[in-house]
Nanobody, 128 residues
Framework: QLQLVESGGGLVQPGGSLRLSCAAS????????IAWFRQAPGKEREGVAS????????NYADSVKDRFTISDDFAQNTVYLQMNSLKLEDTAVYYC?????????????????????WGQGTQVTVSS
């Protein structure tokens, strides 16, 4: 059964760091691109980082560039999101998702319809 499970969220002060994990099962990471999304209350879900199925291409939203780093571990079948220099506006529920089969884009951040499997989300709260 195909599944994505996020973990690693929590409460952190501004300027702090967190590392999120997205454990995949039922498929292997080299078959699909994986992206991290976030959704704050009252806002649309937005893509923040993605990694190609080869693990060699990355894409970041401008709002997180130079602060967040996406990586993967094929042995663990897990994708990570290292978040540094966290800001209040990074507060959101973070989700990981995989692309549909035969998606031509290497490391997409959207649209949402090209992602067919989602995790349950993990809450990240940045607060002083």
């Amino acid at each position: 059964q195909l599944q994505l499970v996020e973990s690693g969220g929590g409460l952190v002060q501004p300027g702090g760091s967190l590392r999120l994990s997205c454990a995949a099962s039922g498929f292997t990471l080299d078959d699909y691109a994986i992206a991290w999304f976030r959704q704050a209350p009252g806002k649309e879900r937005e893509g923040v980082a993605s990694i190609s199925r080869s693990g060699s291409r990355y894409n970041y939203a401008d709002s997180v560039k130079d602060r967040f780093t996406i990586s993967d571990d094929f042995a663990q079948n897990t994708v990570y999101l290292q978040m540094n220099s966290l800001k209040l506006e990074d507060t959101a529920v973070y989700y990981c998702a995989k692309t549909r089969p035969r998606t031509p884009l290497l490391a997409p951040l959207g649209p949402l319809k090209i992602f067919d499997s989602w995790g349950q989300g993990t809450q990240v709260t940045v607060s002083s």
